[in-house]
């Protein structure tokens, strides 16, 4: 779905709108992509965010963090950041570019009841440190988070232990990804058509994968590239009010009393 958010960056939302409001943990994806300074360029000034983790892959462009506790970083292609929100955080995403392409994603991860107060982190993970493995000839994932085939991503795992990945199919490949079992899944494909079974999914969809699949991929007609997200479900009540994420209705409403109190 278009959508815009921030001061009125454009995007598509692919989880968290009506075709599919959630996928627990997994509570919003948005692509962002555009070399129109005007679709990108107010970026997102500073705003709140507490209960969850907000996860920011880029692929293209520089976009600048700064948050209220301190942390600064400069985002730029292929570096991650895994912000864990916690009890509260206030940040600002600033684009570090006036012209040319801009093109990336967020993800957030919900957090348990337990750890929705946890203190704010911030991992910040450049490129370099971001493994590579050949699921087979002509068939690379970068593994962010969690495990795969015995490679490790960087990002310390939260409580969801969710492993993301940035797989890349050279035309015509097929390789096989078993995910973990008891993990809600997600592929979203960014560029190319991939088929998964009986099915193709083209640029720019979304599949939903059943829990422990194993799926074999083939780019279809040219190379393919896709972000995979699984994560263990945490099957808790959700209450969500903008940039807050809790389990009750109270807790929102003690969020935004907390905010408007400068307790962030
Ligand atoms: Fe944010």
Redesign the pocket.
């Known amino acids: 779905m278009a959508a815009s958010d921030g001061a009125g960056v454009k995007l598509s939302r692919i989880i968290g709108q009506p075709q599919l409001p959630d996928l627990d943990p997994f509570l919003m994806l948005d692509a962002f992509g555009s070399d129109d300074p005007k679709a990108y360029i107010a970026g997102?000034p500073s705003?709140p965010?507490r209960g969850f983790e907000?996860v920011t892959y880029m692929l293209a462009g520089r976009m600048r963090h700064r948050d209220n506790k301190g942390h600064e970083g400069l985002l730029t292609p292929g570096s991650v950041q895994w912000m864990t929100a916690g009890r509260g955080i206030v940040?600002s995403?600033m684009p570090e570019q006036d012209h040319g392409l801009m093109k990336g994603f967020q993800l957030w991860v919900n957090l348990p009841a337990k750890d929705k107060m946890t203190a704010p982190r911030y991992q910040e993970i450049a490129p370099a440190q971001i493994p590579r493995v050949a699921l087979a000839d002509g068939a690379w994932a970068k593994v962010i988070a969690g495990e795969l085939l015995g490679v490790r991503g960087p990002v310390d795992p939260p409580a969801t232990e969710p492993l993301l990945v940035d797989l890349d199919l050279a035309e015509g490949i097929k390789a096989d990804l078993v995910l973990p079992a008891a993990h809600t899944a997600f592929i979203y494909v960014y560029e190319g058509t991939v088929r998964i079974g009986a099915r193709s999914l083209g640029t720019g969809m979304v599949g939903v994968l059943s829990p422990g699949d194993c799926i074999r991929l083939e780019a279809e007609a040219m190379a393919a590239k896709m972000l995979v997200g699984a994560g263990k479900p945490l099957r808790e009540p959700v209450a969500k009010y903008g940039?807050f994420v809790m389990n009750t209705e109270e807790e929102l409403r003690q969020a935004v009393l907390d905010f408007r109190a400068g307790r962030f």
């Open positions: 997102f705003h965010h907000t940040h995403e940039p």
